[in-house]
């Protein structure tokens, strides 16, 4: 019986999935040394997550889509010269 079908659901979180990771000799010597190794894995992948996910937010002017922060408001896209729609007046 595969490891995963054999833990019971009521151990897990609800938001928890088991998942089997292969290790060889080293990895497992390494992973040994963790106190909560599932614990670090997860955290592990939320980081690399964080470090490519980039928020965005869409301007209600221009429609355009723009990194979210401080410098989402330093967009021109109403002018004196350009109406809203970015049609010359």
């Avoid at 992973?31 to 980081?47: D, G, H, I, Y």
């Avoid at 996910?53 to 301007?59: K, Q």
């Avoid at 896209?77 to 809203?84: P, Y």
């Amino acid at each position: 019986m595969r490891a995963h079908k054999s833990i019971s659901n009521s151990i897990l979180a609800s938001n928890m999935r088991p998942i089997n990771v292969t290790l060889d000799s080293v990895t497992w010597e390494l992973a040994k040394q963790k106190p909560n190794f599932s614990e670090w894995v997860r955290n592990q992948l939320r980081s690399e997550r964080n470090k490519t996910e980039v928020i965005t937010r869409r301007c209600v002017y221009c429609y355009g889509v723009f990194e979210a922060g401080p410098t989402f408001y330093d967009h021109k896209c109403i002018t004196l010269d350009k109406g809203w729609d970015g049609e010359e007046e």
